[in-house]
Structure formats: C-alpha cells, structure tokens
C-alpha cells in the first residue's frame, strides 16, 4: 500500500511558529483599518446630514443616506468645482509628464558623465528630498508671484521642481544598472547621444518612470498646500482640493455633508490610478535600487 508523502516545508514556513502567524496576521489587520479607516469614515459621511456628522459622526447612515444624496448634488453644482476637475487632470497630466522626461535626462547625464560637478549635483538632488516643504514654502511663494507662476503652467513648472530631487535619485539606480557595452554598441551602430537615450535607454528605463509617474501623480493630484499658496482661492484655476474648502463659510460655517462627498469624488480616480498600477510600483522601486 503506497504512503501519501508530505510536500517539503520550506525554510521560511519552517521559522515562523503558530503564535508568530497570529501575531503577523494581527499586527496585517490593524493596519488595514488605520489605513483603510479613514476612507470608510468619508464614505459614510458623505450620505449624512452636515447635523449629522457633527453629532455623530462614527454612526452609519441608515435612514439619512438617501437625503444625502443631496451632498453630492450639492458638491457638483458648487462654484468652480467642474472646472477643477479640469484644471486638476491638465496640471497633474503634464506635471508627471514632465518630471518624467526631464527627471529621466538629468539622471542619465549625471549619471554616465563622472565630472565633480555632476556628483555635486546628484548629491543635491538627494539633499533636496530631505528639505521639508515649509524651509521654502514663503521663498517660493513670493518668487512664483514675481515670477507669474499662478497659473496651471506656472504650477508644472514647481511641482518639476520640487518632484525632481525622490525622481533623479530613483531613475540613476536603474541607469547605473544598465551595461555600458549596450549604450556603447549603439554608438557603434551610428547613434548620437540623444538618440542612445531615446532609442535604447529610455525603453528600458520604463519601469521605474512608471513608478515615478505613479508616485508624482498621487502627490500631484492630492497636494492642497502649494495650490492654496500659489493659486489661492480667488483665482479661476483652483483644484479640487482648493476647491473644496468654498464650502467653509466665512464664520467658520461648514457644509460638511458637500465636503465628504466631494472628498470621496477626489479620492475615487486616484484610487483607481493606483489599483490599475500598483504592480508596477514594486517592480520599479525594485529596479531603481539595485545599485542606487
């Protein structure tokens, strides 16, 4: 009679115990609800009553969800709010874009040609990734306005700036990990510089720009501080995210049944972004590190 033979336990199931499963599985789940906590938490909210929330705010909808519709409806037909929606797709779209390519370019320069300067350069980049916001928020501020930058133009232009620093550092980890002789078999073949980055680096660089432009974009669709400094409130090229503090009253008065509904109709496309893309983010950020 032939024995049934038990498949091999691996090392990684052999050092972890019983009381260390449960422990992994505890410490997975309350994570998932302090994440995942304060989406619910909009979610419902934004079917209530603006009484309702303030009185409580943890209750579930239940007979005040259909009334809230009403928050949405409210949201939507708000001043300036479709237009937002448009100026948050336009500004984010050829913000990413332009981290991307110009992020891309630097990294690859400083990154083959070894001059003192270029490695100054790389190390200011990465120096600049550690300067909180509010060391350059007033600089900034009062240059962009000298300058003429409160405009969705003027806005790609900072978030370049300010998103170039995470970008360079993640894009030559993967330019240092690609061989030399590939780049130099293409300047055999007839290539001038530019066209060895665009025809034959840059195709292999694509998993770490998707990473890039993933993270850019989540950054740049939900940033409410540079918007609101740059901007403001007055101007007609606010974002969402500046666009939903209309419903703060001049008392102090808020709506804010309309405010979490809004909220949600923010979050959603990001959420999908991510959802659709998420493999990509640890695939590049693997990529960007093998010799960062």
Request: hydrophobic share 55%.
């Amino acid at each position: 009679m032939a024995t049934k033979t038990k498949a091999p336990v691996t090392a990684s199931e052999a050092s972890v115990s019983g009381p260390a499963k449960v422990l992994i599985y505890a410490v997975l789940v309350f994570l998932t609800v302090v994440f995942l906590g304060p989406i619910v938490f909009i979610f419902l909210n934004s079917f209530k009553q603006k009484f309702a929330i303030s009185n409580n705010p943890f209750a579930l909808p239940l007979g005040d969800m259909w009334a809230g519709l009403e928050n949405y409806i409210t949201g939507v037909q708000g001043e300036g709010f479709a237009w937002a929606i448009v100026w948050s797709f336009t500004i984010t779209i050829l913000s990413v874009a332009s981290i991307v390519f110009f992020s891309s370019m630097t990294a690859y320069y400083i990154t083959r040609v070894k001059t003192w300067w270029t490695s100054t350069l790389y190390y200011l980049f990465v120096f600049s990734m550690v300067i909180p916001f509010q060391m350059v928020m007033f600089p900034t501020v009062t240059i962009a306005d000298r300058l003429g930058l409160a405009n969705p133009l003027g806005m790609v232009v900072l978030y370049t700036g300010f998103g170039a620093g995470l970008s360079v550092f993640m894009f030559a980890g993967f330019v240092k990990s690609i061989p030399l002789e590939i780049e130099e078999a293409a300047t055999i073949d007839g290539c001038s510089p530019l066209q060895t980055f665009f025809r034959v680096v840059l195709p292999m660089l694509k998993p770490t720009a998707v990473t890039v432009a993933i993270l850019n974009a989540m950054w740049v669709w939900n940033d409410y501080l540079l918007p609101y400094l740059v901007i403001g409130l007055s101007t007609p090229y606010r974002t969402i995210p500046v666009v939903i503090q209309q419903f703060v009253g001049s008392q102090g008065n808020r709506d804010m049944g309309a405010m979490m509904a809004m909220l949600v109709l923010a979050i959603v496309p990001i959420i999908i972004f991510y959802m659709s893309s998420q493999k990509h983010i640890v695939e590049g950020v693997a990529a960007g590190a093998v010799k960062g």
